[in-house]
Every structure is written in structure tokens, then in C-alpha cells.
């Protein structure tokens, strides 16, 4: 297939003792071969659980109750979803490798460094002792941490969250994955130092042919660092196209929020924009369009009847009934 990645109708529920709630629902997307996807939204609207679906790592109470999850493995295509948890451990790390929000925690507090980056490499090939501490060593010089060998020796709490993060990232990268996920790598930063994570993410991948996803908050870091972007609200894609079509032919009210809230932070002569209200409860069932409540366009039906993701242009795709094309006084 022309993708790494396919997504199909997926689903993931919390579950409780009498009853579930949907938390996302019916989403489809793809990654393409060597390309890069950002996932963008308030916190809240289901983008890590998306990503954590995909490494099979959600614990309960959540569960994936529907869709598929289709990954090209040695040109076969596999259903992440329905494979054991055997088969999955040969896959993470390997073919997919995720960067989880905070270094600090991703990181054993207990080991040193070089234990484990070689910890991976001994999970995942067949290196001599040797050989899997000279590739550690140059996988960190490659993401720019210098005095390589003696922060290979170094334990989590002795290094910033900048050195912090490189080290994930090169313990991300160090099997050459076919797929990256980068769920909020630049969280907890400082401009300067996330500007140098973009731009090392940006750097890895044209040198490994290594798809990314990129789960943000951030419209900036969509701007630097993807091709096509999908926006989540309320555990559903509101709209899809690429980059550059997003910025300039915005959509999706929620969107439009979105940029206005980015825009106005340097412009004195206007107040800061915020969107009215917060995202709905996680689970919480509404009538209607998900986004009725905070949308200055909405109209009678949007409060009855849930619009549908729709193609608005070739590869732009929205779900808001200012563009359904239907009569909206059905």
C-alpha cells in the first residue's frame, strides 16, 4: 500500500462496570511512506489514546472496541489491533517507536544512560556487547549531545529536559523504525530548545525515510514540522487536509479558533483570542455537532443532528454543516 499506516472507523471506549463511553469514535486516517502527520487539539480530545491505540498500549479501562489498525510489515500488511502481545513487542521499538511527553518519565530513574539505550538494542538485534555501546554512543552524537561518552554514564536526574528528550529521541531512532510517533515532544521546553527538537526531528527523518506522526496542541509546530494535519475535537477528526491548505482555506470553526488564538498573540491592537466554554467531558453524549455549544456559526440543526466528515475540496475534508451541502432545515 502507498502508506505506512492506515486507520479505519476506530473506536476506543472506556469501560465501567455497567456501561462504556465513547471516547474516540470512528476515526480514519492515514501516514504516508517517509511522510508526516500532525494530529493538533485542545488537550482532552483523544489524541494520545490514539497513539498509545496504535502501540497497543492503552490500560483499563480503555479498550479499542472497533476499527482496524493496519500497518505494513515486510511488505505484508498487518492488523495491529488483533495481533498478540508477543508479536506487538517485536514491533515497538522496532518498526514503531514513540516520544512520550515528558523525558523525565520516560526514562528509568535508576539506570544510567547507556543501560538503556542498550537495553533496546539487546531486545531488538543481534549486536555484540561492543558493537550495541558504539552504536549508543553514535546514535547520541548524531542527536547532538555532546560529551557524548560521559553523559552515557550520566543517570536521568543529572541532565536537563533538553538532553532529556534528545536521549529519547535517539533511543526512538536508534533500530531505524518505519513509523515515529512524537506525542508532545516539545512539552515542558523553552522556545529555544523546542525550536532544536523540531528542527532534529525534522533532520532524523530525511535521513532515516522514517514516517512521523506529530500529536500537538501547538498550530506552530504543525507549521514546522508536517505535511498533512488532522484536527480532533471531542474524540472526532473536524477536518483534514494538508498543511498548507489548513493555514490558508481554514474550515472547521474550531479550527479557525484555533489559528485566531495563535494570531492574536502578537497583535497589540486587538485582545488575545480565546474559544468560549472548554471541550466536552470525555465521554459525554451530545445531540448533535460536538462543537455547537462554543461555535459562533451554529445554527438550528447543529444542535440535532451530527454533521457528517465530508470532502469540501480535493483532499480537504470537514465535518461542520456550513458545508454539508444538504438543506440544513431538513
Not at 509546530?221 to 489548513?246: K, R, S, W
Not at 453524549?285 to 443532528?305: L, P
Request: with cysteine; charged share 25%.
Amino acid at each position: 500500500m502507498d502508506n505506512i499506516l492506515e486507520i479505519k472507523n476506530l473506536g476506543i471506549d472506556v469501560i465501567g462496570e455497567k456501561s462504556s463511553r465513547i471516547l474516540v469514535d470512528n476515526v480514519s486516517f492515514n501516514v504516508k511512506k517517509r511522510g508526516s502527520l500532525g494530529i493538533v487539539g485542545e488537550s482532552g480530545c483523544g489524541k494520545s489514546i490514539t497513539a498509545l491505540s496504535i502501540m497497543q498500549l492503552l490500560d483499563y479501562p480503555l479498550k479499542q472496541t472497533r476499527g482496524q489498525i493496519l500497518f505494513e510489515k515486510d511488505s505484508k500488511i498487518i492488523d495491529l489491533a488483533r495481533v498478540d502481545k508477543s508479536y506487538m513487542k517485536k514491533v515497538r521499538g522496532k518498526e514503531i517507536s514513540m516520544i512520550f511527553q515528558e523525558p523525565m518519565t520516560a526514562l528509568d530513574p535508576i539506570f544510567n544512560i547507556e543501560y538503556q539505550i542498550i537495553e533496546v538494542l539487546k531486545f531488538h538485534t543481534d549486536l555484540k556487547k561492543k558493537d550495541m555501546k558504539d552504536k549508543a554512543l553514535e546514535m547520541l552524537k548524531k542527536v547532538g549531545i555532546p560529551r557524548a561518552e560521559v553523559v552515557m554514564k550520566n543517570y536521568p536526574h543529572q541532565l536537563s529536559g533538553g538532553m532529556l528528550q534528545r536521549i529519547v529521541i535517539s533511543m526512538a531512532l536508534i533500530c531505524n523504525p518505519k513509523l515515529l510517533i512524537a506525542d508532545e515532544p516539545t512539552t515542558a521546553l523553552d522556545v529555544t530548545i523546542q525550536a532544536q527538537i523540531l528542527e532534529l526531528i525534522n533532520e532524523l527523518r530525511n535521513v532515516y525515510e522514517t514516517s512521523v506522526i506529530m500529536i500537538t496542541h501547538d498550530l506552530g509546530v504543525i507549521a514546522e514540522t508536517c505535511e498533512d494535519v488532522i484536527v480532533f475535537y471531542a474524540g472526532q477528526i473536524v477536518e483534514e487536509t494538508n498543511v498548507q491548505e489548513l493555514f490558508n482555506n481554514t474550515k472547521h470553526p474550531y479550527t479557525k479558533g484555533l489559528i485566531n488564538s495563535v494570531t492574536s498573540l502578537g497583535d497589540k491592537t486587538r485582545p488575545l483570542y480565546t474559544i468560549p466554554g472548554t471541550v466536552p467531558i470525555a465521554g459525554e453524549v451530545i445531540s448533535g455537532c460536538k462543537f455547537v455549544e462554543r461555535c459562533d456559526s451554529a445554527m438550528k440543526i447543529c444542535s440535532i443532528k451530527e454533521p457528517d466528515l465530508i470532502e469540501v475540496s480535493k483532499g480537504h475534508k470537514c465535518r461542520c454543516w456550513l458545508y454539508d451541502g444538504r438543506d440544513v432545515n431538513e
